[in-house]
Every structure is written in structure tokens, then in C-alpha cells.
């Protein structure tokens, strides 16, 4: 009686092995599908449509193909060797370095203007035409928001896609009286396919290694995400990171020398927030660098009206401008 038991024990966790192995092939089998099915909508229309009445549409992305597209980053990245914060620990990070404070519903947010409160999901570009980052809970990452071809190599994974477009290309080129010029996928990368995919995984690689493990070089990453860190220091008065700080200061200062004083001093509410760190920055270096920002500073001082930060800069200016 016990051994007919013990068989039957052996035969359901042997059929619920076979189920939950079964299942995971099934998933997989249904995200493949759901990647090359997307893949088809993307080729099908393009990076962009331009017409003679006006400029066209590109495909939608909303927050069903997000997560189709982070699920497929994710992937490539884990597949580097990058390891999440616990969640946890990401939390802590995101307020340190965001301000923003994740609740239990927040899965997508942008950590580029912290005033919206995403009830709908966030367009890839905003008005610049820059590229929008966000911060996905699920996977406790900061990303660009991609199109899927931009991260997967559909001519070499999915050879009928390819020829799909260069059907569509060819039919278009043959009709010369189409009102409307499709951007294809194949003509939009500046370097071979696959490269590009790479240079753009290392990258994210790379920002989120920096942002939550410290590790990396700033200067490299700065260049390949000018905007977001920027951003990050002069309208998130993220100081904390002096090597960062220090390379946007010498960006305003070399592009943008009269708005200097959007890093050096902040209000809210009335109150006045120096930048101590900044200061320190331009104490450190050479004279004729930082005569440069002082310059900058002492332009704006008969326009400051907050006694404490003329006092502030005025004597900054008498100790440091020799």
C-alpha cells in the first residue's frame, strides 16, 4: 500500500515537472512569436513615414511593446553578466539619485521629468526629438526606449523579414506615383546591424552599471548620454557625484556660460539652495579656469535680490578672484 503510494507521489511530481517545463517552452515559443510578429508591423512601416500632405506616423509604442522590448534588453543584458539591485536597494537608489519615490503601482516612470505621473504611458521622444529614458520597476533597470529593430538582428534571426523588406523597398521604388516615402530599417543604421545593437546594449550596460554600482568611466558615458546627465545635475540637482558635476560645470561653462548659475544656486519654494560642491569644483581649478566662471558669477550678482546668496557670493568672489 505504501509503495503503490509512493509511486502515485512520483507519477504527479513527475507530471508536474513535465507541465512547468512544458509551460516554460510554450512561453518562450509565445514571446518569439510576439517578437517576430512586432518585427513584421515594424518592417511593414518603417522607421518613419514622410507624405506630400504633411509628415506621417511611425508605429505606436505603448506599455504592452515596453515591456516586449525591456523583457528582450533584460535579456542581453543578464547575458553580459549585469546583476539588479535587490529591490530594495533600488528603491534607496532611485531617491538618492532621482528624488523620485517608487510606490508599489509606479512600473514605468521617466526619471527625465519627474512632473508627470505616468497614468499613461510615456512617447519615445519628447518635443527635441531626444530620446525619452525610463526607469523599469519589473526589471529594476534605467533605459532608452527602443524599437525593436534597433535591438534585434531581424536580417540574421528572421531571414523572411528581410526579404519582406526588400519586396516592400523594391515595390515602392517601382511605384511613381506614391504620395508617401518610407524610412526602412535596413537603410537607417550608420554601421553593420549587429554592431549597432551591441554598442547600443554596452551602453545601457554601462549607465546602469555606473548609476547604481559606481562602476565605470564617467567621461565616455557622458558623451553617449549628454542629455540625461544633464539633466540629472542641472534640473534634478543630482551633486552628489563631483566627477559628473565637474564635467557638466566645464559644459556650461565652454557652451552655455551666462546660464551657469542654474548649476551654481536653485530655488524652491523661497528658499535658496547653493551648490557647495560646485563651488568647490571652481576653487580647485587653475586661474585662468576659473576666472572664467567668476566672471559668469559676478555678471548676475546685481540681479540677486536673496541677501544670503549675494553675501555667499560675494564673499566666494573676494576669495577666490585674484
Avoid at 515594424?42 to 518613419?48: A, K, L, N, P, W
Avoid at 517608487?102 to 519628447?126: G, Q, R
Wanted: charged share 35%; with cysteine; proline share 2%.
Amino acid at each position: 500500500m505504501i509503495m503503490k503510494k509512493t509511486t502515485n507521489l512520483i507519477a504527479i511530481v513527475i507530471i508536474f515537472i513535465i507541465m512547468f517545463f512544458a509551460q516554460e517552452v510554450l512561453s518562450k515559443e509565445n514571446k518569439k512569436m510576439n517578437i517576430e510578429t512586432v518585427l513584421q508591423e515594424e518592417i511593414e512601416s518603417g522607421v518613419s513615414i514622410s507624405c506630400e500632405d504633411g509628415e506621417g506616423t511611425s508605429l505606436e509604442i505603448d506599455e504592452e511593446y515596453f515591456l516586449l522590448m525591456s523583457e528582450v534588453i533584460n535579456e542581453k543584458l543578464i547575458t553580459k553578466g549585469f546583476k539588479p539591485l535587490e529591490e530594495r536597494m533600488f528603491i534607496k537608489k532611485v531617491y538618492d539619485i532621482f528624488h523620485i519615490v517608487l510606490d508599489k503601482d509606479i512600473k514605468v516612470f521617466s526619471v527625465e521629468d519627474v512632473t508627470e505621473n505616468y497614468e499613461e504611458f510615456p512617447t519615445k521622444m519628447d518635443e527635441g526629438g531626444i530620446g525619452l529614458k525610463v526607469l523599469d520597476r519589473r526589471h529594476r533597470l534605467i533605459l532608452d526606449i527602443y524599437r525593436l529593430p534597433e535591438i534585434v538582428n531581424y536580417q540574421n534571426k528572421y531571414p523572411k523579414l528581410k526579404e519582406l523588406e526588400n519586396q516592400l523597398k523594391k515595390s515602392q521604388s517601382k511605384d511613381k506615383n506614391h504620395e508617401c516615402n518610407i524610412e526602412w530599417w535596413q537603410d537607417f543604421y550608420d554601421m553593420d546591424i549587429e554592431k549597432y545593437i551591441e554598442y547600443e546594449i554596452d551602453n545601457t550596460l554601462a549607465l546602469n552599471n555606473y548609476l547604481f554600482y559606481r562602476q565605470g568611466n564617467i567621461f565616455n558615458l557622458f558623451e553617449n548620454n549628454k542629455y540625461f546627465f544633464i539633466h540629472l545635475v542641472v534640473d534634478n540637482h543630482y551633486y552628489n557625484d563631483l566627477a559628473l558635476l565637474e564635467i557638466v560645470l566645464d559644459e556650461y561653462i565652454n557652451k552655455f556660460p551666462s546660464e551657469i548659475s542654474e548649476i551654481l544656486w536653485s530655488e524652491n519654494l523661497g528658499k535658496i539652495k547653493i551648490n557647495k560642491n560646485a563651488f568647490q569644483i571652481i576653487s580647485r581649478k587653475n586661474d585662468k579656469e576659473r576666472k572664467r566662471f567668476l566672471l559668469e558669477i559676478k555678471k548676475d550678482l546685481d540681479d540677486i535680490r536673496d541677501e544670503y546668496l549675494k553675501k555667499y557670493l560675494e564673499d566666494y568672489l573676494m576669495n577666490n578672484y585674484t
